[in-house]
């Protein structure tokens, strides 16, 4: 494949670079150029990119594909069977490459099917995003995800037992439950749901296998449990304070904040009522009772959280928007970075941060993250310039995984596909 007149984002300078030419051979970048609007012999077609800005495939770093992003997709995920969960999760992949995104991190599913969604894109047969999984996540007894995309693991043995299981059915990455969530009845964010000497047991057996950990945390002392055990991503954060920050700092910690859900809440906050007064009937207990009340305030603090500490200097924070759970679509990232930029960041470090940083810190940036010459051949083609407006990054008139043309939008290709 041959890009030609294209403008290019590399996702390591700060500049876009004007009349380049990108070759292509099979799944790697093989030339980066002048370009010369001359057909190579032996590449299948080439591309006129006049008016189009190259950019690297995005990376998303908090997916749940098994969630359809509904009002209600936990009701769905629990009354349907896997089969139909399967169908569901292959829509969303399909969604998620025609927004851009060509790799992301999930963080929990319905048993084994990630690694079965995994293998049949590896193998072709449907399309997809690179997926770096977790499979289920690890939770205590009754613990947030129990039930739907939770193993449960109560002490260190189990603990043990849990993630090898989890890495023998091919995980890339664990998640751990430091803290309940809103979407678990009997659970509280705001509650730490294992001890340190739990969480360090995490830690510890996930480090014999060289792979990561990911902690879903939201009230404080779950956050600091997690970061104190060592645990490489804090998923959430939504109640970080100035000790934690600077605990995460010394360890090197990076902060996932998935700020967009809630302003997806806001946007919908009528139907988010109905579907909490309807809840009230199987709420169990004053506790129960206690957390969904206390579910309304969890956005107003995740996003105070984010504006006071999220510009505090060499914190590593990465791009992820917690896709699937209720209105938060799967083809959508750019809502998570435009409030990013509400918040102090730039076009650049934003775009930065969501393609080459979101590698770095899943450590694929030698293959991913960023267009040079050796590299996997991820690439968007957008309408406009990213820089000057962040909302280009929905104007896709092609996406490029693993150097296949994986999808393509007519309404914003403005040239022909052959070159002269």
């Not at 998620?96 to 929990?108: A, F, N, Q």
């Not at 690890?138 to 739907?148: A, Q, V």
């Not at 600091?224 to 360890?251: C, N, P, W």
């Amino acid at each position: 494949m041959q890009l030609e007149n294209v403008r290019l984002f590399d996702g390591t300078g700060d500049r876009l670079q004007d009349g380049r030419r990108i070759l292509i051979q099979e799944d790697i970048i093989s030339e980066i150029g002048a370009s010369r609007n001359q057909h190579n012999e032996g590449d299948d077609y080439c591309i006129d990119c006049s008016g189009l800005t190259a950019v690297p495939g995005l990376i998303n770093l908090h997916v749940h594909l098994c969630l359809d992003a509904s009002q209600d997709p936990l009701s769905l995920l629990r009354s349907e069977s896997e089969s139909m969960t399967f169908l569901t999760m292959i829509s969303s992949a399909q969604k998620t490459l025609e927004g851009g995104i060509t790799t992301v991190r999930d963080l929990g599913t319905r048993g084994t099917l990630i690694f079965e969604l995994r293998q049949v894109i590896e193998n072709g047969r449907v399309l997809g995003p690179r997926i770096v999984a977790s499979g289920q996540v690890i939770t205590r007894t009754g613990g947030h995800g129990s039930g739907w995309i939770g193993r449960e693991c109560d002490g260190k043995a189990d603990i043990r037992e849990g993630i090898r299981s989890q890495l023998k059915q091919g995980a890339d990455v664990i998640k751990v439950m430091a803290t309940g969530g809103v979407m678990t009845l009997g659970t509280s964010p705001y509650l730490a749901s294992y001890s340190l000497e739990e969480l360090e047991t995490v830690v510890d057996e996930v480090r014999r296998e060289n792979v990561q950990v990911a902690a879903h945390a939201e009230g404080r002392e779950g956050i600091q449990l997690a970061v104190r055990a060592g645990v490489d991503t804090i998923e959430h954060g939504t109640f970080v304070d100035e000790s934690i920050i600077y605990m995460m700092l010394e360890k090197g910690t990076v902060w996932v904040p998935t700020i967009s859900p809630h302003r997806f809440a806001e946007r919908n906050r009528e139907q988010l009522n109905k579907l909490i007064s309807e809840a009230k009937p199987l709420i169990r207990s004053i506790r129960d009772k206690d957390r969904v009340e206390e579910g309304r305030n969890i956005s107003a603090g995740a996003l105070a959280h984010f504006k006071k500490y999220c510009m505090t200097k060499d914190l590593k924070i990465g791009v992820g928007n917690d896709a699937g759970t209720p209105f938060v679509p799967h083809e959508d990232l750019v809502l998570e970075m435009e409030m990013f930029m509400e918040y102090g960041f730039s076009n650049y470090q934003v775009l930065r941060m969501a393609t080459f940083g979101n590698a770095h810190i899943l450590k694929l940036d030698d293959h991913i993250g960023s267009i040079e010459e050796g590299k996997l051949a991820d690439i968007v083609l957008i309408q406009g310039n990213p820089l000057d407006d962040l909302q280009t990054l929905r104007h896709i008139a092609y996406v490029i995984k693993d150097g296949k043309m994986v999808f393509s939008n007519p309404e914003y290709i403005p040239g022909g596909i052959d070159c002269e």
